[in-house]
């Protein structure tokens, strides 16, 4: 039936996304890689249409970006851009936790069922990122502190907000993971102060929620600084 082949399209179409999306952000697609509708086609043996869709979204998401008249390709952010992100997500977080200290409703009564389940969940997601960083797993890491950001942020009742953060937390991955991937172990190395951060937003303590994202923004900048000058 028709509607049976909008399903299989759609399913593909976000099946190749994943699994394009986890190749940038695992580092086995480089910056400056071109990307075709054909090749990804062949490779997956599947037909251009949901492939073309797949990479469009990704495209939307910073992953990928449009090569007029030669498909797709990993951007080659530098560490100008990286900066700009980094600053770029501080301001977003700092009108979020700005919010919250103003009697943001989504935190107007921290007893409230609903918020502390939902605080409950970002801060699972927020053990399985700090579990990943101990260990050094940084595909698992970067999965889950994407969930964990974007679940974070669902909380403030902004989509807008919500999408852009993501966008931007997305971006910053793919510039960093090119760096990161050069160290033989990245433990010791990675931030994993999720938890703190929900701990302090359960508390309304948006001056401590503040400082914890500013000093995370400033370790992940500096050491992302530090392996570019090694490069």
Not at 165 to 186: E, G
Request: net charge neutral.
């Amino acid at each position: 039936m028709p509607g049976n082949g909008a399903v299989t399209r759609s399913t593909l179409r976000q099946q190749i996304a994943d699994a394009l999306r986890d190749e940038v952000l695992a580092g086995r697609l480089q910056p400056g890689r071109a990307v075709t509708v054909k090749e990804i086609a062949d490779q997956y043996g599947v037909s251009a249409t949901p492939v073309r869709e797949a990479l469009v979204d990704l495209s939307a998401q910073g992953i990928l970006e449009a090569d007029q008249h030669r498909g797709f390709r990993v951007p080659e952010y530098s560490l100008a851009d990286y900066r700009g992100m980094i600053e770029a997500r501080g301001l977003v977080t700092d009108g979020m936790f700005r919010a919250l200290s103003t009697h943001h409703p989504a935190f107007t009564a921290a007893e409230d069922p609903r918020t502390a389940a939902a605080l409950a969940a970002v801060r699972r997601r927020g053990e399985e990122a700090q579990r990943a960083a101990a260990a050094g797993d940084l595909t698992v890491l970067i999965g889950y502190d994407l969930r964990f950001w974007r679940e974070l942020s669902g909380l403030f009742g902004n989509p807008y907000l919500a999408d852009f953060l993501h966008r931007l937390r997305v971006q910053s991955w793919v510039c960093a993971v090119q760096h990161l991937r050069r160290l033989p172990d990245v433990r010791d190395h990675l931030w994993a102060g999720h938890t703190d951060l929900v701990d302090a937003l359960a508390r309304r303590d948006a001056e401590t929620a503040r400082a914890i994202v500013t000093a995370a923004n400033a370790h992940a900048l500096a050491l992302i600084e530090r392996l570019a000058e090694q490069a």
